[in-house]
């Protein structure tokens, strides 16, 4: 099974306004922290923002927001007025702590390709 | 404050040649991971070191890909021999621990021919 599902392929937003990209998420670890990276086309990860289990507030970072819904498992990404800098692949990423390995390496989703239009 | 630097920044071989990638990460970084990225999808991790243990390798395909990480500061990935399979994009990260976020290097777009 998917531990990270991001089901939107390719997303468009008009300048300045707010986009949603969704991910969902699969775990049965009582602990786990989400990321969601940024990858321009120059290849590098970027890291955006971050989410604990236990946080009780949503996070927030300037224009990036995290809509954390525990129950529900998702963890979507709020960026609000959008600029064309924005245009990147968006990845979401889990890390849970493997009860026979240990294992804290981050699994990623297959990512959003975000067009911001002018 | 220096990034996470990757040499080459591409590589073309042949298939069954061999191949090294090489990752200096942060300064006072003793997590390393080194991840490979298919085109269209999330990176997925090879290795995780903490300082100059590879601490998780289950990844690893070990019969060809090899790392090590000899004084817990740079970092080598090897593929040898190289197979057509093997072209993908392969990430560097590091992390002051393993509980923190990771940071990324631009990468090394491989092209086994």
């Known amino acids: 099974a998917q531990k990270i599902t991001q089901t939107q392929p390719g997303m468009f937003v008009q300048e300045k306004e707010a986009v949603t990209l969704d991910c969902t998420y699969d775990?049965?670890?009582?602990?786990?922290?989400l990321f969601w990276y940024k990858q321009p086309s120059s290849g590098e990860m970027i890291f955006l923002i971050y989410?604990?289990?236990?946080?009780?507030q949503n996070a927030t970072e300037g224009r990036y927001s995290l809509n954390f819904q525990k129950a529900r498992k998702s963890a979507n990404l709020v960026i609000s007025a959008s600029q064309l800098g924005d245009s990147a692949m968006y990845f979401c990423?889990?890390?849970?702590?493997?009860?026979?390995?240990?294992?804290?390496?981050?699994?990623f989703g297959s990512g959003t390709r975000l067009q911001v239009q002018p | 404050e220096a990034g996470v630097v990757q040499s080459p920044r591409y590589k073309i071989i042949e298939k069954k040649q061999p191949v090294a990638f090489w990752c200096n990460p942060i300064?006072?970084?003793?997590?390393l991971y080194w991840y490979l990225q298919n085109l269209g999808q999330g990176p997925e991790l090879l290795i995780r070191?903490?300082?100059?243990?590879?601490?998780?390798d289950s990844q690893l395909p070990k019969d060809r890909f090899s790392a090590e990480r000899l004084k817990g500061v740079d970092s080598t990935l090897k593929i040898q021999p190289a197979e057509l399979g093997d072209s993908a994009v392969y990430l560097c990260?590091?992390?002051?621990?393993?509980?923190?976020?990771?940071?990324f290097g631009p990468g090394t777009r491989l092209t086994v021919l």
């Open positions: 070191y903490e300082n100059e243990e590879a601490v998780d």
């Open positions: 989410q604990g289990s236990y946080d009780q």
């Open positions: 990260a590091s992390s002051p621990g393993v509980a923190n976020e990771q940071f």
């Open positions: 300064s006072g970084h003793n997590t």
């Open positions: 990423a889990m890390r849970e702590v493997s009860a026979d390995t240990g294992r804290r390496a981050l699994t």
């Open positions: 775990t049965s670890d009582p602990s786990y922290g």
